[in-house]
């Protein structure tokens, strides 16, 4: 693949001049913006974030906001999820879900208030969903996308790089909670939260002129902890079971597909789109679900397209996600498999890029 054409609509963000000066080597496109995703190479990256911290520029988790008297109202009909006992401290992971029950996105929502919210998004166009909404059910509400680029900080020394910027208040914060702390003149939601199990925090910075002081002023306060510029890191996510949107499901696949039956309790009493279609799917269960696979032999390569997976001749599913793991010692992967052959233990055979290779339906991810 040979390099991107700038333009305006590809997005840079407000740390692009950061990432470049830490000498990013590659770049996704994300919500029609730069992801980068290498900046040494992928596996040392991996041992960096495993065993320090970084500082991710994931500006392309863009926020979609609701604003006004129905937003909580527009929230739920986004999600099968019980938002009813959600504090205005907590983040939560989402399935938004169409009419069919089909996956549309599988964002965070933050709740600011009863009349305020904001859902950080996959790669999907959300916001058009969400705003043809709220016309089409005459709801009293704003929604757009508003100037906040959120900023991750992972890694095991996380904690000890926020706390020289946010004091020891952000050893407080629990998972999948938030708390606005000050910076400068300023101040921003710091949630505890991000794409990686290596333990971190979300930084969602509103205003893009705050963006470079606060990288740099990360990166002054963590050189004796040897802080990086990373990015969410395909090793360590297949490892740990996060799921990408686009990659391992799309609007074919349905949460209950996607191991998400836990973020579907939304109770009788509580109406959302696509109820009844996940209702019949909770009574009959589905046809298919995401299971953590290994791949015997050498390392494979990218899943630029899905890797059919096969089980005495019959096409029993397909690898979504798969990378080398050098902790694991095994090419680790993400598939969507059928039932029948989604028990642990299960061998099939995938089609790589490489050849034929077994693949091991595993008890879990490698957390
Ligand atoms: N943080 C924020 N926005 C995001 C992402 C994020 N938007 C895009 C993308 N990531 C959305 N997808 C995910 C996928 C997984 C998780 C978060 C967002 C995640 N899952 C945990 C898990 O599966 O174990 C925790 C889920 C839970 O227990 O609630 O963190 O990363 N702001």
Same mark, same amino acid.
């Given at each position: 693949m040979s390099l991107l054409s700038?333009? #305006?609509? *590809?997005?840079?963000?407000?740390?692009?001049?950061?990432?470049?000066?830490a000498g990013v080597k590659a770049y996704t496109v994300y919500n029609r913006m730069l992801l980068p995703t290498v900046f040494d190479d992928v596996e040392r990256d991996y041992h960096h974030l495993k065993n320090h911290v970084q500082v991710w520029d994931v500006s392309?988790?863009?926020?979609v906001e609701l604003i006004g008297p129905d937003a909580s109202k527009l929230m739920q009909l986004l999600?099968? #999820?019980? *938002?009813?006992?959600?504090?205005?401290?907590?983040?939560?992971?989402?399935p938004i879900v169409d009419q069919k029950g089909r996956m549309l996105n599988d964002p965070v929502a933050l709740k600011h208030s009863e009349t305020r919210w904001w859902i950080s998004i996959a790669d999907s166009d959300l916001l058009l969903w969400v705003k043809g909404l709220a016309i089409g059910m005459g709801l009293d509400?704003?929604?757009?996308?508003?100037d906040v680029a959120p900023l991750a900080v992972q890694g095991p020394r996380s904690g000890q790089l926020m706390e020289r910027i946010f004091g020891a208040t952000v050893h407080d914060i629990r998972f999948f909670r938030q708390k606005r702390l000050s910076f400068g003149d300023t101040s921003f939601i710091v949630a505890r939260s991000g794409y990686s199990k290596q333990g971190g925090f979300e930084i969602y910075v509103e205003d893009r002129r705050y963006a470079m002081?606060?990288?740099n002023a990360l990166f002054e306060a963590g050189q004796d902890l040897h802080v990086r510029a990373g990015c969410p890191n395909l090793i360590e996510?297949?490892?740990s079971g996060l799921l990408s949107y686009g990659n391992d499901m799309s609007m074919e696949n349905t949460p209950f597909e996607c191991g998400l039956d836990k973020f579907c309790n939304a109770p009788e009493t509580v109406d959302f789109i696509g109820k009844e279609s996940l209702r019949i799917e909770a009574e009959t269960g589905p046809s298919r679900k995401i299971r953590a696979v290994a791949i015997g032999g050498a390392p494979v390569s990218a899943t630029t397209t899905a890797w059919p997976l096969f089980r005495g001749g019959q096409t029993v599913g397909q690898i979504t996600s798969a990378a080398w793991s050098p902790d694991f010692q095994t090419n680790v992967a993400i598939a969507m498999v059928e039932s029948g052959s989604w028990d642990a233990g299960t061998e099939m055979m995938a089609d790589t890029p490489e050849g034929q290779r077994t693949a091991t339906v595993q008890t879990g991810f490698w957390t």
């Open positions: 700038p333009s #305006r609509r *590809l997005r840079e963000t407000p740390f692009s001049a950061g990432v470049k000066a392309v988790e863009r926020q999600t099968p #999820r019980d *938002l009813t006992k959600m504090q205005e401290d907590q983040c939560y992971y989402v509400v704003d929604v757009f996308e508003p002081p606060l990288w996510r297949i490892e």
